[in-house]
């Protein structure tokens, strides 16, 4: 009801791709197709996928910026979704999305910020917060603030998953 998500993995970024030289074929996983179904069904609105990158995520080696994540790129194009990166948080750049996806910040978002998101979010839009498990306390502690002002229950831990002959 509160149009948010949480996944606790940075599962899009291209460097799980084989092309990119990661160990294991993800081709077959489908995690392009999980995560555009969870914006479409968080979503009540169309327009373009977005991501934040306003944040410090370019320069944090647990953050994704819209370069981080060229391959889902390239999968949204091909079923017709726009996809770019907002480094503003604002009306305007939020007005055409129908979903924003935020990696953990390295900086903490302002009362503003959070105000915008709350009103995009109101109005239809979906926003969906991508863990990592290698993100520090201060990262992950602002993504759970915005998904606390967001007023979602769901929240990331310092734990990881693993399971030995099947983990990624």
Do not use: C, M
């Not at 900086?107 to 109101?122: M, P, V």
């Not at 201060?138 to 990331?156: H, K, S």
């Amino acid at each position: 009801s509160s149009r948010v998500g949480v996944v606790a993995s940075p599962f899009v970024d291209e460097s799980y791709e084989k092309g990119e030289d990661f160990a294991v074929d993800t081709s077959t996983f489908e995690n392009f197709v999980f995560l555009t179904n969870l914006l479409d069904r968080l979503s009540a609105t169309d327009g373009k996928v977005l991501i934040d990158g306003g944040h410090g995520q370019f320069q944090a080696d647990y953050g994704l910026s819209a370069e981080d994540t060229a391959y889902f790129q390239r999968y949204l194009e091909g079923v017709g979704i726009a996809y770019d990166q907002v480094n503003t948080i604002s009306d305007t750049n939020l007005s055409q999305a129908r979903a924003l996806l935020v990696t953990p910040p390295k900086e903490g978002w302002t009362d503003g910020e959070l105000a915008t998101l709350r009103s995009f979010r109101d109005n239809g839009g979906a926003v969906v917060l991508l863990g990592h498990s290698g993100a520090t306390t201060a990262a992950r502690d602002n993504l759970n603030y915005v998904a606390y002002d967001l007023g979602t229950d769901l929240r990331l831990n310092g734990g990881s998953v693993t399971d030995a002959s099947n983990n990624v």
